[in-house]
């Protein structure tokens, strides 16, 4: 009967998927900077991941998820925040480095406010552009390895490297440049 | 091995992405080099301080189950019709079904199970109505008011009185989903707390005694042709009252 297949199928991808809510989460977090917005954005995904589940094949279930997360955040950004996706080469810093927003970015408000918690670790992180910020985030919280976030990310293991590479040196910089710690 | 080699292949070393043999050879020359071996610690530095200080995000609690009514709407949705317009009827004739193939013993298991879904379906619907802006669709304490909005709403028409005088007063009721089909909720207040119940066709099981799930009372019972289930954060104590009065009150 089809009613017990469909069941069945939720049953079976609420078990496969559910478990690596927390790591979508994170991720979709760490890309729209926001609680909310990564709530909506997890929501929309994991529905779109239930929509595409036939396409999913016995294996790396969490990658498979954030891989989908991540193709969310990035629709949502484009239709929301498209000053956020700022293309790696046009960023301010040649080098891929923390870049200043624009002022149609952000109000004074939520200037002031980042400037005064600009000694924290994980503003830095925040201010990477998003497609280092990503690679890093996926490297050292959620302890992906290279071939996995080539996997979510969609780019060969080589860009992978360097673009870990350009996000530690940035915050390297930024970080001893503003003398923290 | 030369500085500029050793510092392009220095990310990969502390990934610990680097096979074996050159691992070594890296490792030996960071031990002797004076500008590689302090550049690595540093690197090696900021890992821990990244991991340190970074918050670690988790999934709110009420995501996961917003997330899960989010699904079974969309499976309803796309399901068969024999699912959108029938499942209740479809689920008892799997029961019948059973029984009539199976021993008793597969009957009370079918049974079980699908308490046991409802039961859960019934906690997280609360959960979700406390933690999200949506706690009634008609706000009232006038039991008039309440009975008439659930009117081409549902396929049930739930009893509804106000049990302000007993400490119970009547908040409204919304429209909720328990196995994908809208069925009435009728939310009450004891201090703080918020009790809903659910009204669903009946089932004919009844759960007895006031269960704690998940830190959550929960009563079920049946009248007439409709089940009852009420779950509360309040004390079980107070939900068994609750229902003594309620299914008094009802029936009068």
Redesign the interface.
Known sequence: MAWIAERRRRSRFESVVLPHLDAGYALARWLTRNDADAADVVQEACLRAFRYFDSYREGDAKSWLLKIVRRSCYDWLERNRPADLVPLETATDPDGGIHTPSAADIDTEALLQSRSELRRLDRLIEELPPPLREALVLRELQELDYRQIAEVTGVPIGTVMSRLHRARSALRRAWDGKGCR | MQCEEARARL??YV?G?MAETERTVLRDHLAGCADCGPEAA??QR??D???Q????????PA??S???F???R??AA???P??RAS?WL?YAA?ILLAVAVGSGGTFLALGERQEDRVASEVIDSHLRSLLGTHLTDVASSDQHTVKPWFAGRSDVSPPVVDLSTEGFPLVGGRLDLIEGKPVPALVYKRREHVINVFVLPANRVDLGETLTRRGYSLRHWDEGDLSFWAVTDAAPTELTEFEHLFRAATKS
């Open positions: 990310d990969a990934d992405e540093a690197l900021l890992r301080e990244i991991r200080a970074a918050p670690v995000y988790r999934a709110p995501l996961r917003q997330i899960r989010a699904l079974r969309e499976a796309s399901g068969a024999t699912l499942s479809a799997s």
